[in-house]
């Protein structure tokens, strides 16, 4: 199967409407197509900041003007109200108007505002790339410098960015943990049957993020009656806040609303895909930790009832004759489900393939995806999977990254694999279709440009990365 956000795709319903920006930034045009088709009702009714689209176009424009025209103090006004890798119809980022004009104190300032210099025009550029065409020499090494320094960290995903220290030493210290309940430095966030309680964009801030309280915040019967786990602390230092997640009981749910009016309890997915990125992290622990707990109430070895332990990171079958309690057991543990996400290279390294399943949003292909079976290593996986879904026959395969899907709790593994043939037999129960798509092609598609409206998944998905990592390789070959 294909696997890009989830693992099922909830079609909107007819007529419906919703907002797609967030404060005063228009979105990428990929990620603006994607959230489009999801229908976030829920962004229109709490966004505190409206601008139709024509405003929205005209203040991006006059951003992107002055990264083009070098100056550097109206480019300062609009940091906090507009995303700072906003494109143009063309795919150009203020980065590239910069790179393309030699302005190297604005090229600076955005790169230290922390903008993406490997994004790419539709014509398949980086800001790097349009530098060295113009023979702006300062600029390309500016540029150059900091892309090898950007290469050589380790990818995070979305999801991934979880800054919490997990201090897994204090699981097992029960007074401890009930100590930092109540200790006033402690911080809780809270869900409602597994949706989080968030807080809509406001003034600058253009993403959702938890609504965080201290214990004295907290209705006592909040904390008595519904399930606590311990997050971790802030930082590595033992001193520092500990972290709470809190699943109220339903009942409750209305008094959780009266601690913080603006605060509201949503559906995960999509909702959040439009967090704040470490809260996104933070989400991704929580929930998939109250989702296992939730569904697995019960001994799967023998049906008794199970209790809580170690922070809510272990459950204990109540039977002493279980088999659960001899040796190690990973039933008695958080699951993991390990999938597979790959990019199909073709043999001569001038195409990907890309597919696409009729549950997706009209024009969209991503990548290729499936789970591993038992006693299956990943580059099995990865060679089976897409013969499966494609026929195509894959050789050597790379590891690139990984990405956390809290829905409940898989990991995605995303690969770069190479394939030995290039004949397409796509199997109707798994795709629609599966295409060879040449990087001239897919850079429209990342950019939001194809003649034809095909794009790919927004830059949430590890599908979007692996597919930017394969064009921004070869850029130079476009």
């Not at 609009?78 to 906003?86: E, W």
């Not at 209705?219 to 001193?239: C, K, N």
């Not at 690969?415 to 429209?444: G, H, N």
Request: charged share 20%.
């Amino acid at each position: 199967m294909i696997i890009v956000w989830a693992l099922r795709w909830i079609r909107p319903s007819s007529g419906s409407r919703a907002s797609y920006s967030l404060g005063q930034a228009q979105l990428p045009q990929p990620e603006l197509k994607f959230w489009n088709w999801c229908r976030l009702d829920w962004t229109r009714r709490y966004s505190t900041r409206k601008m139709n689209e024509t405003n929205i176009k005209q203040f991006n424009q006059k951003f992107l003007d002055a990264a083009a025209h070098g100056n550097l103090e109206d480019l300062k006004a609009f940091f906090g109200s507009v995303d700072i890798d906003v494109t143009n119809d063309r795919g150009w980022t203020a980065l590239m108007f910069a790179a393309r004009n030699g302005h190297v104190p604005i090229i600076s300032l955005l790169i230290e505002k922390g903008c993406d210099i490997q994004n790419m025009n539709a014509s398949g550029q980086t800001a790097l790339d349009i530098a060295q065409f113009w023979n702006h020499k300062e600029a390309a090494s500016i540029l150059s410098q900091h892309k090898e320094n950007v290469l050589f960290d380790q990818t995070h995903n979305y999801y991934s960015l979880n800054p919490l220290y997990r201090a897994s030493d204090l699981r097992k210290e029960e007074s401890a943990l009930q100590t930092l309940k109540k200790n006033a430095t402690s911080k809780f966030i809270l869900f409602e049957q597994q949706k989080p309680f968030l807080l809509p964009p406001e003034g600058d801030r253009r993403r959702y993020k938890f609504a965080v309280f201290s214990c004295d915040q907290l209705p006592s019967t909040l904390l008595d009656q519904g399930t606590v786990i311990f997050l971790g602390l802030e930082t590595w230092d033992p001193t520092s806040s500990a972290w709470f997640a809190l699943d109220v009981k339903k009942n409750a749910a209305e008094m959780t609303t009266q601690l913080h009016p603006n605060g509201l309890f949503v559906t995960p997915f999509p909702a959040t895909m439009q967090m704040e990125e470490t809260h996104a992290g933070i989400f991704a622990e929580a929930h998939s930790i109250l989702c296992w707990l939730e569904r697995y109430r019960f001994c799967p070895t023998c049906g008794s009832r199970q209790k809580t332990v170690e922070g809510g990171y272990k459950q204990i079958c109540i039977n002493i004759d279980c088999s659960s309690h001899k040796g190690v057991h990973n039933t008695c543990y958080p699951r993991v489900d390990p999938s597979l996400i790959m990019l199909v290279i073709s043999p001569d390294k001038k195409m990907c393939l890309l597919g696409r399943q009729k549950r997706f949003p009209p024009k969209m292909f991503s990548c290729l995806a499936g789970f591993m079976e038992p006693g299956e290593c990943i580059e099995d996986t990865c060679r089976r999977e897409v013969e499966e879904e494609s026929g195509v026959k894959v050789g050597k395969v790379d590891y690139h990254s990984s990405q956390p899907w809290p829905f409940p709790a898989t990991l995605m593994l995303g690969c770069v694999a190479y394939a030995r043939t290039e004949t397409i037999k796509v199997d109707k129960e798994e795709l629609e279709e599966a295409r060879w798509f040449p990087r001239a092609d897919v850079a429209q598609m990342m950019a939001g440009k194809h003649p034809d409206g095909l794009f790919v998944p927004p830059k949430q998905a590890i599908a979007h990365q692996l597919i930017k990592s394969w064009l921004a390789s070869s850029s130079s070959h476009l």
